[in-house]
């Protein structure tokens, strides 16, 4: 069943989320290396922003740092997951399954952080019926039938631009309330349906211009864009 959002999350900046994300993953490390506490400057450190940054990120989750002895590594993980809604399952379908679907679908990342992959779809019949990961590809064409069974919330587009914005229209008639594109295009989207690009042309495009001028100005908010 899904919890209702955290009172925090409707006043977290995206770009405060985003850091709370690289956060997270930071603190995961060193649960796993045994690190119990830590304090701000040792995630400012580890990550290269600025103590003050940190103190000020942490203190939007409430009271969770004690003067002289810092933060529990996993009371502030428990937390940042609930904050940022990770704290329950999201159920995903993949539209598109080409080599950058299939390369995703073996990235076991998702499931450990809450996020599970439970359809497939593919307008190619060559495709429909394949069983990739364990999971078999549907006809997209019955995405509508499907998903009245089987809702989900979220879903990851991975097809080419040309045919993005017409899958982002069925998904989000189907009552899809977030989309993922890998596509190289800008979607249209209603405001009730979030969404999230990740272009890796313009992310090498921002990479030749940090290596072309020197850039020296990593502030972690550039680390996950959105976009």
């Given amino acids: 069943m899904s919890k209702s959002p955290s009172p925090h ?4 900046s995206r770009a405060t989320a ?16 045994g690190v119990a506490r830590f304090s701000s400057g040792d995630l400012a450190r580890e990550l290269g922003i600025t103590d003050a940054q ?12 004690q003067r002289g002895i810092g933060y529990t590594t996993i009371d502030l993980t428990v937390e940042i997951r ?4 990770i704290d329950r399952t999201w ?18 990342g998702f499931q450990a952080h809450g996020f599970e992959v439970v359809a497939l779809y593919d307008a190619s019949p060559d495709k429909i019926g394949e069983i990739i990961e364990g999971k078999t590809i549907y006809d997209f064409a019955m995405l509508e039938d499907q998903l009245l069974v089987q809702p989900i919330e979220l879903a990851i587009v991975t097809v ?3 045919a993005a914005q ?10 899809v309330k ?38 020296d100005d990593h502030r972690l908010s550039d680390a996950y864009p959105i976009v």
């Fill in 9 to 12: 999350s409707d006043r977290l």
């Fill in 18 to 33: 985003s850091r709370l994300s690289l956060y997270l993953r930071c603190l995961e490390a060193w649960h796993r290396e």
């Fill in 54 to 65: 940190v103190r000020k990120d942490l203190a939007q989750l409430g009271n969770l740092g």
């Fill in 82 to 85: 609930r904050v940022l809604g």
């Fill in 91 to 108: 159920r995903a379908a993949m539209v598109g399954i080409g080599n950058l679907a299939r390369a995703l679908l073996r990235y076991d």
């Fill in 160 to 162: 080419p631009g040309p």
């Fill in 166 to 175: 017409a899958v982002a229209d069925r998904l989000v008639n189907a009552g």
């Fill in 178 to 215: 977030g989309i993922l594109n890998f596509a190289p295009v800008m979607l249209k989207l209603p405001v009730r349906v979030q969404l999230v690009t990740v272009d890796f042309t313009i992310q090498l495009e921002q990479l030749a211009f940090r290596v072309q001028t020197g850039d």
